[in-house]
């Protein structure tokens, strides 16, 4: 069984999501990472158009003892339309992404990955965003991670997706040993509930990945978006009030968001995204302080929380 660290970096924003880095940057933010005790890494070829996955093999190469995971489910093809991505990273267009969740598909995007990420093997594999993909992503692409575990190629297999009615759909009908669930199990958002019930059962392991629902829960003063876009007024007073709360107990805002996931027991470890070491060791200072029980408790009178 693989063993996964309490903490992880999420490479989105290396690979430019929202504002282009430099290589130096990029690799800055993950030696800080590294430097602070994480040992789990995420990427995947939609990050940057295969730009993170470069720039993270590049910043791990020499080093051991750690973690990675990649996904699968969309390919990158060469292309000459030019100008820039427009799936939110900040990044020339020389690619185009092609859902595929064949069997083929699978396989050919794992050999991809390894080639930009430098890398012989990589531990963990998801199967990404199959939204629109499902039974494909079932028939096809599970099989296909499910054959490459069972040769050593891969140490696990799992599926990564911002809802939690699909993935709940994996744990039951196949043999998945992860789930990484961004967004759905939060301080602002717990409906992701049933799917960790599930998994609890079943044994199936839990990234917790999305815990600042993409900005609005990652400073003191609740700002910026919600599931990447602009934050709705309701949300952003129910966020007020959270931190307010907080506030009452003394932890911030972003470090109560980092401990609530973990306190379910099914899930193993929170990913956190991360564009810059100040980023980084913000976030690593936060998690090392306690949270005292007394917060979640008037949370839940507050009907701010609800929990297995």
């Known amino acids: 069984m693989i063993q996964l660290p309490r903490h992880g970096l999420g490479t989105a924003p290396i690979g430019g999501l929202f504002q282009a880095l430099t290589d130096e940057q990029a690799k800055a933010t993950i030696d800080a990472a590294w430097d602070g005790g994480v040992r789990l890494f995420d990427t ?3 990050y940057g158009l295969g730009l993170s996955e470069r720039r993270l093999g590049a910043a791990l190469a020499g080093r051991s003892g750690y973690v990675l995971s990649t996904k699968v489910g969309r390919l990158l093809v060469p292309s000459s339309r030019g100008g820039r991505d427009d799936e939110g990273f900040d ?3 020389t690619y185009e992404r092609v859902w595929d969740f064949s069997r083929d598909g699978v396989r050919r995007s ?4 390894l080639g930009r990420l430098g ?6 594999v998801l199967i990404h965003d199959p939204d629109a993909h499902v039974d494909q992503a079932i028939a096809e692409a599970y099989p296909a ?22 993935p709940l759909r994996f744990v039951q009908e196949t043999d998945l040993d992860v789930v990484m669930l961004a967004g759905r199990y939060t301080l602002l958002d717990q409906s992701g509930l049933p799917l960790l019930a599930a998994c609890a059962e079943r044994g199936v392991r839990v990234l917790a990945a999305g815990v600042f629902n993409s900005g609005l829960l990652a400073t003191p003063e609740p700002s910026g978006t919600f599931d990447y876009a602009p934050a709705p007024l309701p949300i952003i007073e129910r966020a007020r009030r959270l931190a307010a709360i907080c506030e009452r107990h003394d932890v911030r805002l972003p470090q109560a968001a980092m401990a609530f996931p973990l306190r379910h027991p ?21 998690r090392q302080r306690p949270v005292p029980d007394a917060l979640w408790h008037d949370l ?5 929380l609800q929990e297995a």
Request: proline share 6%; charged share 20%.
């Open 266 to 286: 099914a899930i193993a470890a929170v990913v956190l995204g991360a564009r810059t070491p100040e980023e980084v060791r913000t976030n690593a200072a936060l």
């Open 91 to 93: 990044v020339p267009a």
């Open 110 to 113: 794992l050999e991809e990955s």
């Open 119 to 124: 890398l012989p093997q990589v531990d963990l």
């Open 300 to 304: 839940r009178a507050e009907g701010l």
């Open 145 to 166: 991670l499910a054959e490459l575990r069972a040769q050593g190629v891969v140490k696990a297999i799992g599926v990564g997706m911002n809802q939690w009615q699909a």
């Open 44 to 46: 995947a070829p939609h």
